[in-house]
């Protein structure tokens, strides 16, 4: 048990429609990252958030968008779904004393929520 | 450019020792972690090793890094069936603070 929670555990989209996934950081922890895992694959950085900023992005468009809150939740949406968007996505938090400083703290990932795109 | 690279599948008799190798691309790279995952679980942290370091011991988990040749491996004493996962390399971009995956290794333990 990681202390990381992800809602819904599974969801079914049609393609061109709009989801919103949630995740549940551990308390105190300030910086959530985001990823996707297509079936088979290594997860991919999406984006990460320090504080309720945007705080690094990998190479997902912009229909990928985040928010952070203040109570350690944060949320995933995704516009436009596309058939490829049909993968596992995962956060983790973590603690970071600055917007640089992802280095050895432990980055504890809840355990995803998977969406498939029909 | 940025690239993580890792058998995809290893096999080994229980009891024996496991070694998954690992190749990255960037020498930039300061942080580098080994993440098992189970079925239907997220990402666990199993150790991590900094740059400037050659070898780390934990329990029954061995991190050997070789910086010049940019290739890491982790070996596991004594396999159990309970090690049975895909075992992830990542790779920390110093540059950006982005932890690059590769594709995982699924370790199989043989009876």
């Known amino acids: 048990e990681t202390g990381v929670t992800q809602s819904p555990t599974h969801l079914i989209k049609t393609r061109g429609q709009q989801v919103t996934l949630r995740c549940s950081s551990q308390?105190?922890?300030?910086?959530v990252s985001w990823y996707q895992q297509a079936l088979g694959q290594g997860p991919q950085f999406i984006f990460q958030y320090y504080r309720e900023e945007e705080n690094g992005r990998g190479n997902f468009p912009p229909r990928f968008s985040g928010l952070q809150f203040p109570n350690y939740s944060s949320e995933l949406n995704v516009n436009a779904l596309e058939l490829d968007d049909s993968a596992l996505y995962l956060c983790?938090?973590?603690?970071?004393?600055?917007?640089?400083?992802?280095?050895?703290?432990?980055?504890?990932f809840g355990p995803g929520t998977r969406l498939t795109v029909l | 450019g940025e690239d993580v690279e890792q058998s995809l599948f290893l096999s080994v008799r229980e009891g024996d020792s496991s070694v998954i190798n690992c190749t990255y691309t960037d020498s930039s790279s300061t942080y580098l972690y080994w993440y098992k995952q189970e079925p239907g679980a997220g990402l666990q942290l199993l150790t991590y090793i900094f740059s400037n370091m050659d070898m780390k011991q934990d329990q029954r988990l061995t991190v050997l890094l070789n910086k010049k040749d940019k290739h890491l491996s982790l070996r596991i004493a004594d396999t159990q069936t309970g090690d049975s996962a895909i075992y992830f390399c990542a790779a920390l971009m110093n540059r950006d603070d982005k932890i690059i995956f590769g594709k995982g290794t699924r370790l199989h333990i043989l009876p």
């Open positions: 308390s105190g922890h300030n910086t």
């Open positions: 983790a938090s973590t603690y970071q004393a600055g917007p640089g400083g992802l280095t050895t703290d432990t980055q504890y």
